[in-house]
């Protein structure tokens, strides 16, 4: 299993990126996915989750509102589209897999981490 991250960089406070996770070696509509991030010194966190047909997602509070879940099945590809960005959202993004639910992700059941993708929000 492959979950390959890309997409992150360096952006201004209240801008926008978009990062990307392309997955190979799974049945891939058949799992959740979502998005974790670790900041330097922190513990990684949960970001948010999409059930495997998208019709259910997950936030964490610190991102509602901002952020964005999509999927596309057929692309085995998951977003995450970040919006009004803080410099506390500054950390490495990671991709994430599991056949449990997306609520079980948001409680921290991963199967598959991807390789991380560093995005840097200066103020």
């Known amino acids: 299993v492959q979950l390959q991250a890309s997409g992150g960089g360096l952006v201004q406070a209240g801008g926008s990126l978009r990062v990307s996770c392309a997955a190979s070696g799974l049945t891939f509509r058949s799992y959740t996915m979502g998005w974790f991030r670790q900041a330097p010194g922190k513990e990684r966190e949960f970001v948010a989750a999409?059930?495997?047909?998208?019709?259910?997602?997950f936030y964490a509070d610190s991102v509602k509102g901002r952020f964005t879940i999509s999927r596309d099945n057929a692309k085995n590809t998951v977003w995450l589209q970040m919006n009004s960005l803080k410099p506390e959202d500054t950390a490495v993004y990671y991709c994430a897999a599991d056949l449990r639910s997306a609520r079980a992700m948001m409680e921290g059941s991963v199967s598959y981490w991807g390789q991380g993708t560093q995005v840097t929000v200066s103020s």
């Open positions: 999409t059930t495997w047909s998208g019709g259910t997602t």
